[in-house]
């Protein structure tokens, strides 16, 4: 499954792009804010992200920036995971590409997709100490829908956190396009990203 926004290529995640999951998470201070990524991040866990598969209803995506003749940037991961029965939307982008508006981009594309794919309700989360990724959400469409703790693998402990919810059923102002405006974010997946935060 593919998905072509206003400035992004969003595509599967292969086995060989683990160099560029690692490079990017191997490296950034805010793996902390991700729920599902452990510290320190091996090649070998990247090794095993990129190799674990797909779900047709659950899609992740490796978020990349086409450079004409020059190949791509890839800019992170977006995907969809399921937790207690329901569908959780998370992001993680690479520090370097933050603040440019590819998460909100991404993430206006990842749910116009899961719409289609019959989704009628998404979910998501952030740690209290990573308000980026709650601006970006709200800018999504999402409502807050309560507070509570959640385990941070790369923090090792429980940490506060606020949890969202989108009606993908009701009109919101991801309605639009699928173009671009701000958000830079991390993870989320079911064991692949964490499908939280954003930075």
């Known amino acids: 499954m593919f998905i072509r926004s206003e400035r992004l290529f969003l595509r599967p995640i292969w086995p060989e792009d683990w160099a560029d999951l690692h490079a990017g998470l191997s490296q950034d201070e805010a793996v902390g804010n991700l729920a599902r990524v452990p510290w320190s991040y091996t090649p070998e866990k990247a090794r095993d992200l990129a190799a674990q598969g797909h779900s047709p209803r659950l899609p992740h995506f490796l978020i990349t920036r086409p450079r004409g003749a020059h190949g791509v940037d890839a800019l992170g991961v977006i995907g969809l995971a399921e937790f207690d029965g329901q569908a959780h939307l998370g992001a993680w982008i690479a520090r370097d590409h933050r603040g440019q508006g590819y998460a909100t981009e991404a993430g206006r594309a990842v749910l116009s997709l899961a719409r289609t794919l019959g989704h009628r309700r998404v979910m998501a989360r952030h740690f209290l100490d990573n308000p980026a990724l709650g601006r970006v ?11 509570g703790e959640e385990f941070s693998l790369g923090h090792g402990v429980a940490a506060p956190s606020l949890s969202y ?4 059923g009701m009109p919101s102002d991801c309605d639009d396009d699928l173009g671009g405006d701000g958000m830079g974010g991390d993870g ?12």
Do not use: E, T
């Open 137 to 147: 959400l709200r800018k999504l469409g999402f409502k807050p829908s309560g507070s």
């Open 165 to 168: 919810a989108l009606d993908l």
């Open 188 to 199: 989320a997946g079911r064991g692949r990203f964490p499908a939280r935060r954003a930075a």
